[in-house]
């Protein structure tokens, strides 16, 4: 198959983040690499996690702010996968934390309201990602970030 241009292959990238919000979150405590599956939010082409305060990834994210996210892929039984680098840093702002509250379907099941304490929203700037397409064998990259 041929490499498709860079702004067809990130239109191609994030029709595929759209649909598939459960993601595996990958950070750095000290030296030893730590993964784990979350949700990840695309709204208005920007990134975002919500998790409690303290959980060991906003510890971990203050710490280093370089993540990697990895999102599977399945299709017609192949699998693929599109791997996001990048940097995230917790968001402060009360009212864009009121608006990611609202957007997300299980906030209500583990936090109070936006302003509780245990609420921590995190924003992901996606730098590269790398793509492999369900049943290819070889995988392709591209620019993501914002200028």
Known sequence: MSRASESALQ??????????????????????????PIVLFLIEGRYFFITFSGDAKVGQIANN???????????????????????AAQNSNASLKAEMAERCYFFDEYFSGADDRD????EFDPETAE?????????????LKRY
């Open 65 to 87: 702010k370089w993540v990697e996210v990895c999102v599977p892929l399945n299709e017609e039984g192949h699998t693929g996968y599109i791997r996001l680098a990048g940097i």
């Open 131 to 143: 793509y492999l397409r369900p049943g290819e064998r070889y995988s392709q990259t591209c620019n």
């Open 11 to 36: 239109q191609e990238i994030m029709a595929w983040i759209r649909q598939n919000q459960y993601v595996y979150l990958a950070t750095v405590d000290k030296k030893q690499p730590r993964v784990r």
């Open 119 to 122: 609420y921590t929203l995190i």
